[in-house]
Structures are given as C-alpha cells and as structure tokens.
C-alpha cells in the first residue's frame, strides 16, 4: 500500500470515528432530553394527578391531566400571571378557596396507604394567612391522617424580605405516626414548593429543588381515627372560627399542583422543579444555580 492510499484509508476511518461520536452524543442529548420530557414535554407524565392550575373551565372547574379529580374555584378565585411561569390561580384572602374531591388514590388522602411513599409539588407565591393546603382528614380537622402545610401568626409581614414566622408547619400523618418540619419562614417571592415522605426514610422538604430540612423521627398519634375525608383544600380553613378570622384564608398565588404516590428522588424533585419555568430570562432569576441543568437537559 502507497502512503497516499494509506492516507486515504486512516481519513475514511477517522471520519468514521467522528460521525459515532458524534452520534453517541446526540443519543445521549437525547437520553437526557427524554428524562426531562417525562416531567416536562408532556408534563409530569408519571404522576398521579396533575393540575396546572392556570385557569377554569366556563363552569369554573379544574382540569387533572394525570388523574380524575373533580375540582373547583370557589367565592371568586381569580386567574393571573407569573414570570416565571405564566398563568397561575390567585386567592384573596377573604374567602376564596379551591377544592379538589374524589381523590381516587386513597394513599394521597390517607398516607397509611402508601406503599411506597408519597410526594407533592407546587409553585407558590404565599402573602399571609393561616390554611395553605391540607387533605385527608386535616380538611375538616387539626389531625390526621392526611397531610397539610399551614402557617400560625402568619398574618404581618416582617423584614423586607421574608415573611416570618416560628409557626410554618408541614406535617403528614398516618393513622399511627406523624412527621413534622417546622420553618421559620418562607420567601416572599415565587418558589417551588415540594416534599417527599416514605415510611422508613421520612418527610423531606424541598425548596427550588434543593432539599432543605428533613424529619424522620415521627410521633406516635393519639387522635387519629377514621377513614380520611376523599378531598384536598387549598386555602381553605377547616374550621368555622377559622373561617371568620381574618387570617383563616390563604392569601396567595398557586399553580402547577402535581402528586406521585412514591416518593421521588432528589434528581427527580429537581427536574419537577425546572419543567414548569417558562423559558425567559425573568424565569432563571429565581434559579441561577440551576441555569447549567436546565440548559443541559432542553439543549
């Protein structure tokens, strides 16, 4: 063989090389891409119940996308906007509430029933009062089982820019045990508000993706009897003395409600967390450190 046919055969295999490389790489974008389109092409295609809650029906009904449950605005439950993720649901405090029933997935309303675990997510935007979210036997009393996030004294603002409180509660609760986190506040602004929980490993709290604070040492519970109420409340007090308190009703912004019965991963909480954004540069200010992933995953 002369040196110029050996060239042209040590060329025709390096073009060769190249072209699977270069196709490796394409499939591996599109490994990544595919992962990120379970939650985010079509969203959140393996979870139980979603509802983007951007807005109603002529009827004022809700939409479920992943599952069939039957939800409402209630008292005037108004639809607005948000950079970072476009339409959301609105409350205003005084006595607006939504309200989701016939929860087929009894795990969600009643975590004993979980067997492997339960996990929820939304973006909110949380100005005062006491009832954010609650379900199970938490919608029409202060035990479970169920799960609720709740806020005691939540009704002034304090600092410039947090909203505080010694009383932000999160607390899941099965017929025998409940979990409890505790935070003393929240942001003012927009966030993506998820936790996860499993019998052996506990309740996890995550905000923007990022895990914050854990607990896995549950309490042995007392109170808790009967079968759980088929409903989820947001907004809602479960109480009348709460209902004609000025602080009763959540005052807030909400959308893109999403639940899984199991418990996700820290990648996949991540992920829930960037497949809502809207792809704008005022949707990465709320989340420069995950500018790289959201880049990597949609590229």
């Known amino acids: 063989m002369n ?47 979603y509802l983007p809650l951007n807005g109603t029906t002529a009827q004022k009904k809700l939409l479920d996308l992943r599952g069939n449950a039957s939800g409402a605005t209630e008292n005037g439950v108004k639809q607005s906007t948000a950079d970072q993720i476009g339409y959301v649901l609105t409350l205003d405090g005084i006595d607006d509430f939504i309200e989701l029933k016939n929860i087929k997935d009894q795990c969600v309303v009643d975590p004993s029933l979980c067997r492997e675990g339960l996990s929820v997510a939304f973006w909110i935007k949380y100005n005062a ?57 929240v942001p003012r602004w927009w966030f993506h508000f998820a936790f996860t929980w499993n019998h052996k490993r506990g309740l996890k709290f995550y905000k923007n993706g990022q895990l914050v604070v854990s607990s896995s040492n549950p309490e042995t519970v007392v109170d808790g009897k009967g079968r759980a109420n088929d ?51 005022n949707s990465l200010r709320c989340c420069q450190t995950m500018k790289g992933e959201l880049a990597r995953y949609i590229k």
């Open 231 to 281: 409903e989820i409340t947001i907004g809602k007090p479960n109480k009348l003395i709460d209902m004609i308190s000025k602080n009763g009703y959540g005052d807030l912004s909400i959308a893109h409600l999403v639940i899984w019965t199991y418990e996700l991963s820290k990648y996949d909480v991540e992920i829930a967390f960037l497949s809502a954004l809207t792809k704008t540069k």
């Open 129 to 185: 009062g006491k009832f954010i979210i609650s379900s199970g036997q938490y919608t029409n009393e202060n035990f479970g089982p169920g799960f609720r996030f709740i806020c005691e004294n939540c009704s002034k603002k304090k600092g410039p820019h947090l909203y505080q409180s010694r009383r932000f509660q999160l607390e899941l609760s099965t017929i025998n045990h409940k979990w409890t986190i505790l935070l003393d506040h």
């Open 3 to 49: 040196l110029t046919s050996y060239s042209i055969v040590i060329l025709f295999l390096l073009i060769a090389c190249l072209t699977s490389i270069a196709r490796g790489s394409r499939n591996g974008r599109k490994h990544r891409k595919a992962r990120f389109e379970t939650f985010q092409g079509a969203r959140y295609t393996q979870a139980n119940h």
